[in-house]
């Protein structure tokens, strides 16, 4: 066996202790240079981003556009609460909710105490006024003879007044309940007081009606030839809003029909439960199409127009309920910025804001290039 000097030894370890230092020092350069180029979250460098078309975000002058939903209502003004003022039991009912009936026509007659009273009360004054006429005709006789003293005239003349006075208060009672003197009887016509639709009904045959103070009323006619569209707006988006501004209103029930109107009036007072005020939109409605009840959705765009950024609508992504666009930052980075879309504006464009400026590139197509970068396990 040959014999290596001990000088030679020490040279081979100090060289070997030397070749692992270094590599221990490469292997931590490469994982301090491998740190350095890992992309931050939402930062993608593109192989090929000319396979990505691009777009420019716009700033144009465009209105404020807010959507509202809402539901068809009759005008106020144009809608009568019917009800009865005499007590009974409905004998005859001639209307139900939803007819459509015309002014004078009965819509049920009530068997009435309170006017079988009243037309006795009546009956009992035209036999008092018949019975204080005949009297002053018979004071006056006496008097143009000179055979009846002057207060004696008089005192037949002040009765004969009190009894028509009696008399007319009885008649305009039995007509106030719905009756008709020259039919006597305890039967309440009650007729519409004016032509539309009824759009209530809380009566039905054979049922008692109570007295005015504490019934509800029996119908609600309303004239559906007009009709309101009421919306909530929240407090936040009140300022969008303005009387007289242009209205479009869809209804599930006609999707290809847009109703156009203007704001005729804007509640002072919120909810205080949702925070909203209720917008009203008048629409004509000659042939009843609009019916009360009916779901609406209504678009307000108002007259004054202010500097908004504009994108495709296909730039935006929307996930996990927020709008994301790809900004172009480099040839072959994007970056994913959140922004807010604030309502379509014509012709495929959205106008948005936050998180861009004019000027800026981003991807045309934000579901393609999502996809695209997924696939590549960015």
């Excluded at 009530?110 to 006024?129: F, G, H, V, W």
Aim: aromatic letters at 4%.
């Amino acid at each position: 066996m040959t014999k290596v000097p001990l000088s030679r030894c020490i040279a081979l370890l100090l060289a070997a202790f030397l070749a692992g230092s270094m590599s221990c020092s490469n292997d931590t350069k490469a994982a301090a240079t491998k740190t350095e180029v890992t992309l931050e979250a939402g930062v993608y460098d593109v192989d090929h981003p000319d396979l990505f078309k691009l777009a420019e975000v716009e700033l144009r002058n465009l209105p404020d556009v807010l959507r509202a939903n809402g539901s068809v209502t009759p005008d106020v003004s144009r809608t009568i609460r019917v009800t009865s003022l005499g007590s009974g039991r409905v004998v005859d009912l001639r209307a139900r909710l939803g007819d459509r009936v015309n002014r004078g026509q009965i819509l049920l007659r009530i068997s009435s105490p309170d006017l079988a009273t009243a037309m006795a009360d009546y009956q009992k004054a035209q036999a008092d006024e018949i019975l204080s006429r005949k009297a002053l005709e018979r004071a006056q006789l006496l008097s143009s003879r000179g055979a009846l003293a002057e207060k004696d005239l008089q005192l037949a003349q002040d009765t004969e007044d009190k009894a028509k006075i009696d008399l007319q208060t009885a008649e305009q009672r039995v007509h106030i309940l719905g009756g008709d003197t020259a039919q006597p009887g305890p039967l309440i016509e009650l007729r519409a007081p004016v032509s539309g639709t009824i759009v209530e009904q809380n009566v039905s045959g054979f049922e008692g009606v109570k007295s005015l103070d504490n019934t509800p009323n029996l119908f609600t006619i309303a004239d559906l030839s007009m009709v309101w569209i009421l919306c909530d707006v929240y407090e936040n988006d009140l300022g969008i809003v303005g009387i007289g501004d242009a209205a479009e209103i869809r209804l599930n029930a006609y999707p290809d029909q847009v109703f156009r109107g203007v704001v005729q009036d804007i509640s002072r007072v919120l909810d205080p439960n949702t925070r909203s005020a209720k917008v009203r939109v008048v629409l004509h409605n000659p042939d009843g199409s609009l019916r009360p009840g009916m779901f609406a959705i209504a678009t307000f765009r108002s007259r004054r127009s202010r500097p908004r950024l504009v994108v495709p609508g296909t730039a935006i992504l929307r996930l996990q309920d927020r709008d994301w666009i790809f900004r172009k930052e480099g040839d072959r980075r994007f970056r994913r910025v959140e922004v807010h879309a604030l309502g379509e504006a014509g012709g495929g464009m959205v106008r948005v804001q936050d998180g861009l400026k004019p000027g800026d590139q981003i991807i045309a197509t934000a579901l393609d290039f999502s996809a695209a970068m997924a696939g590549q396990g960015k």
